[in-house]
């Protein structure tokens, strides 16, 4: 442990940071932000997800991944349980309930409410680096202040959206959210001499992903409730079950026993490689009640949860290959068997009607292998 690559350090002191109650309790009112993106994915048409209602999904969750991103980064950082940082993380939960009160797949009747959401939420992110940046040092100084400039000009495009209409307020508005997303990854040459705590930035992570896994959970519920209980319905969510401990034990086996935790770098893999786990995981949510209702077009249906899984399973392996134990990887082989075990699946599924407790059947049987194969 003496020696590191360029770039790759380990601190003791970093190695202690915990995440605090107040952070636990922020977190807490992303769970109806993230609920109500979700249900946008639950909007059938003609048996099938209209484009329109999946990119509002995207367009609706990515600025709740990010607002919150932003903050646990700086707490990852600079963060100390201070009362100046206490007062700054309160402000921002008044934002959080003005943004998540305003989602809605009516962009135009709530976008005020929620332009003043997320730029209330970045600017306070923002305001923290400046103010921590005149107590900081060498690299941590550079670091904080790009970041506390920088990010003021993705808000003023954001906020520029308001004088304009229709679809180019849209446009103004996203093209701010996309700089400021970017920044970070133009900055890097700063941000990885003043490198993240991979300890504390994958316990945050992990604390969202418990969040997504809740919806999953949810969705079990809905399943229960939304018929008699036949033999069917309750084998279907018992199968269902059995998946989100499959996807539990996969995800959270690997962070706490397969990650090394000594390593630090920008954490730009862990970071957005997580936009896609999270996304997939909404996805997968979606999936179990559109299956069990049966709302959607059969081959609809196949693509949308196997493509679901598949892009899972994609942001998983990116985001843990980097930070696992080096005789820990994952091979070529392992992905093969994967794939094919997953592709086998969708085939099969493709040329017979299959019921579909068989099909979650299924895809909770790829998450047991992949859990085992990486655990």
């Known amino acids: ?15 202690e940071k915990k995440v605090t109650w107040l952070e636990l309790f922020y977190d807490l009112l992303f769970v109806a932000a993230v609920s109500r993106a979700s249900h946008v ?13 999946l990119t509002k999904f995207v367009l609706i969750f990515v600025p709740i991944w990010w607002a919150w991103v932003g903050q646990s980064l700086f707490v990852n950082r600079f ?24 989602l809605s797949v009516n962009f135009d009747q709530y976008y005020i409410p929620f332009l003043v959401g997320y730029v209330g939420l970045r600017a306070m992110t923002a305001i923290q680096y400046l103010s ?3 107590k900081e040092e060498a690299h941590r100084k550079i670091t904080a202040r790009y970041l506390g400039s920088r990010f003021w000009i993705g808000l ?21 959210i996309a700089v400021d997303i970017l920044l970070p990854l133009i900055g890097r040459q700063y941000l990885v001499k003043s490198p993240i705590n991979t300890h504390h930035l994958l316990e945050r992570f992990s604390l969202f992903t ?45 962070v706490e026993k397969k990650v090394n935790k000594t390593i630090e770098t920008a954490g730009q893999t862990i970071i957005y490689g997580h936009l896609f786990i999270y996304l997939s995981m909404c996805m997968i949510a979606a999936s ?17 949860i196997f493509g679901s899984v ?48 068989i099909i979650v059947g299924e895809v909770m049987v790829f998450f047991v292998v992949y859990a085992k194969l990486t655990t």
Do not use: C
């Not at 954001?158 to 446009?171: G, K, N």
């Open 156 to 176: 003023v495009i954001s906020s520029l959206s308001l004088f304009f209409d229709s679809w180019i307020r849209y446009v103004v508005l996203y093209a701010g």
């Open 41 to 53: 994915l639950l909007h059938v048409d003609n048996g099938s997800i209209p484009v329109e209602y």
């Open 310 to 357: 598949l892009l899972y399973f994609f942001s998983t392996s990116l985001v843990f290959h980097k930070y696992r134990h080096v005789h820990q990887r994952l091979g070529i082989s392992h992905l093969a068997l994967l794939l094919g075990l997953l592709g086998a699946f969708f085939a099969v599924d493709l040329f017979f009607f299959i019921p579909n407790y």
């Open 210 to 254: 418990l969040i997504l896994l809740g919806e999953a959970v949810i969705s079990i519920l809905t399943v229960l409730q939304s018929s008699y209980w036949t033999w069917q319905s309750i084998l279907f969510a018992s199968i269902t079950f059995l998946l989100i401990i499959a996807m539990w034990w996969q995800y959270f086996d690997n």
């Open 132 to 134: 921590v940046q005149k």
């Open 288 to 304: 179990i009640q559109l299956l069990f209702l049966e709302q959607l077009n059969y081959s609809f249906m196949l693509s949308f």
């Open 1 to 15: 442990m003496n020696k590191h690559a360029p770039g790759f350090q380990h601190s003791a002191a970093f190695a």
């Open 79 to 102: 963060g100390q349980d201070t009362v100046s940082h206490r007062i700054f993380l309160i402000l921002q939960l008044f934002f959080v309930l003005i943004m998540t009160a305003s």
